[in-house]
C-alpha cells in the first residue's frame, strides 16, 4: 500500500492543480498552491525557533486559512499540531501549554499578558504572523520529507477538571490506494461550520483537504450562512451538530428552503444525541440517504455509524460499530445480554493503540476495554443506543463542559463556600450549564460571578444560570451527588 506523508500528499495535490482552492474562510482564500507555500515558509520559521520531530506546537487560532497553514507547517517537520481554543483564558492556556511542553504557541501576541503567563521557553506568534513576512526564499531548499508521530493532540478537560490531551496513535500519514474515510470524496468540497479546536470538525476538515477536497470554514457558525455556503461552493458534503441544525430548521422556511443543496451527498451529525423530531425533519428535508451519523470519542477505541434509512428502521440507535468493539457491562463489568442498559466499554481491533493520555489515564478494564462514561444499549441486531452519561460532563451546543472544571473556578471566589454545577435541559443547546452556589447573595451577586468565572473560563463553559443555596452541597468528603440535584430541579420544573 502506498503510503505517504501528509506533507508529500499536499505537495503532489498542488502539483496536480495548483490554482484549484484549498481552503476557503470568508473572503480569505488559498489555493493548493499557495497553501503548500505558506505553509513551507511558516515551517522553517518553526524550525528556526528549534521545533522538531515529535514537538508539540500549540494552535490558538479561530477559524481561518492560517489555522490550515500552521498545521500544514506543522506537519512538514514532523512535529504534532496541538489546537485550543483561541479565546482559552490565559491560566487554562498556560496549563495546557506547559503539559504539553510547547516549543511555540501560534496566535498569541508575544507581547501580551497571556504570552507572559506561558513558560519562559515557549515563543509566540500572534495572528497573522505569516502575512507579516516576505514570500520564502526560492533559494532555500525545500525541507525534507517528514512523518509526524501523532497526526493531532486535541485537549479535554476530564472528568477531573485538570487538562488532558488526547494524543493520536496515528502517525501523519495516508494510504492513497484506498478510498478517503468519513464519506469524503476525492476532489470534492465540504463546508464546516464548526471551530476547528474541537476534534470533530478538525478531523473532518483535515481529511478532507488530504483527500484533495476544497475546505470551506466558516469563521463562526450562522445557519443561513452555512446553507450558502453550501450553495455557493456545490459542497457534497456537510459537518454538523444538532445544535446547528436546530438552528438551521428554526429558519424561516423561505430562508432555508431558498438555497440550492442539490450538491449535497452526505450530511454528517455527531457530537451530541440527535432529538429524533429533529433527525426525522433532516431525513424529510434532504432524504434518508444523505443523513449520517456517527458515535466515537476522540480516543477512537470504536466508532459507530448509521444512515438515515438505516436509523428509520432502529430509531433511535447510533448505528453497529464500523471499528473497534462494543460490550454493555454492569457495574461489576459483566456483560450484559442485548436490551439491558449499562456502561458502553469499547476496545480497539488494531494492534496499535488508537491514542495517548497525556495529563490522565483511561478507565479500564482488562482485555483492552476502556469506557468514556456513557451509558447505553445494543438492541438484538447490535445496534447501539445511548441513554444519559453515566457521569456528569454536560453536552451544551456540542461542546463538552466537565462541571469539576467549572466548580473549581467558581469555588476560588471568596464569597463562595461550595457549589455543584449540572446540566439543565435547553431547547437550543441541547443543555445550558446551571450553577448552584452556596453563598450569602449579599456577598456576591450573580453579574459579579460570571464576571468573575469569564476571567477564567472559555465562553462555552461559563454559566447560563445560576442560583443561590444556603445549605452545604458537598459531605464531608467532599463529594456531591450532581445526579440527586438534577433530578430535584427537574422535578421542580414540573
Known amino acids: 500500500m502506498p503510503q505517504i506523508s501528509f506533507p508529500r500528499r499536499l505537495r503532489e495535490l498542488a502539483d496536480a492543480a495548483p490554482d484549484r482552492p484549498a481552503v476557503t474562510c470568508g473572503s480569505e482564500q488559498l489555493t493548493r498552491a499557495e497553501l503548500e507555500a505558506a505553509g513551507e515558509h511558516l515551517a522553517h520559521d518553526l524550525a528556526a525557533r528549534g521545533v522538531g520531530f515529535g514537538d508539540f506546537v500549540t494552535v490558538a487560532l479561530p477559524n481561518s486559512v492560517e489555522w490550515f497553514v500552521s498545521y500544514v507547517a506543522i506537519w512538514k517537520l514532523g512535529a504534532v499540531p496541538q489546537p485550543v481554543s483561541a479565546k482559552l483564558p ?64 486535541p485537549t479535554s478537560g476530564g472528568s477531573t477538571g485538570r487538562p488532558k490531551l488526547i494524543v493520536s496513535g496515528d502517525p501523519a500519514i495516508v494510504d492513497t490506494d484506498v478510498d478517503p474515510p468519513l464519506m469524503l470524496g476525492r476532489d470534492g468540497c465540504i463546508v464546516v461550520p464548526g471551530p476547528l479546536y474541537h476534534n470533530g470538525p478538525a478531523v473532518w476538515a483535515c481529511q478532507a483537504l488530504l483527500a484533495g477536497s476544497h475546505v470551506v470554514v466558516l469563521a463562526r ?7 450558502a455556503a453550501i450553495a455557493e461552493h456545490s459542497a457534497d458534503v456537510v459537518y454538523l451538530v444538532p445544535t446547528m441544525m436546530k438552528r438551521i430548521w428554526r429558519l424561516p422556511e423561505d430562508d432555508r428552503l431558498g438555497h440550492d443543496l442539490s450538491s449535497l451527498r452526505v450530511v454528517w451529525h455527531l457530537a451530541e444525541p440527535c432529538p429524533p423530531w429533529l433527525k426525522e425533519a433532516f431525513i424529510e428535508w434532504l432524504g434518508a440517504e444523505r443523513i449520517w451519523e456517527l458515535y466515537a470519542g476522540t480516543e477512537a477505541q470504536a466508532a459507530t455509524i448509521i444512515r438515515g434509512d438505516e436509523w428509520l428502521e432502529h430509531r ?28 458502553v466499554w469499547m476496545r480497539a481491533t488494531r494492534d496499535a493503540p488508537t491514542y495517548q493520555y497525556l495529563g490522565a489515564e483511561p478507565k479500564a478494564l482488562e482485555g483492552g476495554w476502556e469506557s468514556l462514561g456513557d451509558v447505553g444499549w445494543v438492541d438484538a441486531d447490535g445496534y447501539l443506543y445511548l441513554g444519559d452519561r453515566l457521569q456528569d460532563m454536560i453536552l451544551t451546543g456540542g461542546s463538552n463542559v466537565y462541571p469539576a472544571e467549572v466548580e473549581a473556578i467558581l469555588t476560588e471566589h471568596p464569597a463562595v463556600h461550595s457549589c455543584a454545577v449540572i446540566g439543565l435541559p435547553d431547547d437550543d443547546r441541547g443543555n445550558i450549564v446551571h450553577a448552584i452556589v452556596e453563598a450569602d447573595p ?50 421542580d420544573r414540573g
Do not use: N
Open 442 to 491: 449579599a456577598a456576591v451577586t450573580v453579574d459579579d460571578l460570571l464576571a468573575f468565572a469569564a476571567e477564567r473560563l472559555v465562553r462555552y463553559k461559563l454559566p447560563r444560570s445560576v442560583e443561590f443555596v444556603s445549605e452545604p452541597l458537598r459531605d464531608d468528603a467532599g463529594k456531591v451527588r450532581r445526579s440527586a440535584l438534577r433530578a430535584a430541579r427537574l422535578a
Open 90 to 153: 490565559a491560566r487554562e492556556l498556560a496549563d495546557i501549554v506547559t503539559l504539553a511542553r510547547s516549543k511555540v504557541v501560534v496566535g498569541v501576541d508575544p507581547s501580551s499578558d497571556t504570552a507572559a503567563m506561558l513558560p519562559d521557553e515557549t515563543q509566540c506568534l500572534a495572528v497573522g504572523y505569516r502575512t507579516a513576512h516576505p514570500e520564502p526564499d526560492h533559494t532555500t531548499p525545500p525541507l525534507p520529507d517528514a512523518v509526524s508521530p501523532a497526526w493531532k493532540a
Open 221 to 227: 457558525f450562522d445557519a443561513e450562512a452555512t446553507l
Open 316 to 343: 433511535g440507535s447510533v448505528g453497529k460499530p464500523s471499528s473497534g468493539e462494543i460490550s454493555i457491562r454492569d457495574e461489576q463489568g459483566h456483560e450484559l445480554p442485548a436490551g439491558e442498559q449499562g456502561e
